[in-house]
Nanobody, 124 residues
């Protein structure tokens, strides 16, 4: 099983930026970020294939950018123009097999591994 380790969370004021990274212990295909705010369900943020095709939630389009480095088995999430509603624990996940479409359901069994999560807090 691939292990995933996130880093880069923290506290930032509204309008600020943060960058998250996630390192996988092995080869992955689709990598994605989800987030979960207190009392809410885990939701899709952005995903990326090995060929760097991307998909992002409407709530983050134009503000968040996902990218990856296949040689280093890493995925990144650059978050700009942060809002208080972006406050959540951000989780990295990945698939071990190719998939035609980037899944957005956190319960999708194609996501083989999850990181431990990193807290992002945006103050108003």
């Amino acid at each position: 099983q691939v292990q995933l380790v996130e880093s880069g969370g923290g506290l930032v004021q509204a309008g600020g930026s943060l960058s998250l990274s996630c390192t996988a212990s092995g080869r992955t295909f689709i990598m994605a970020w989800f987030r979960q705010a207190p009392g809410k369900e885990r939701e899709f943020v952005a995903g990326i294939t090995r060929s760097s095709a991307t998909r992002a939630a409407d709530s983050v389009k134009g503000r968040f950018t996902i990218s990856r480095d296949n040689a280093k088995n890493m995925v990144f999430l650059q978050m700009n123009s942060l809002k208080p509603e972006d406050t959540a624990v951000y989780y990295c996940t990945a698939t071990r097999v190719p998939w035609a479409v980037i899944p957005t359901n956190p319960g999708d069994s194609v996501f083989a591994s999850w990181g431990q999560g990193t807290q992002v807090t945006v103050s108003s």
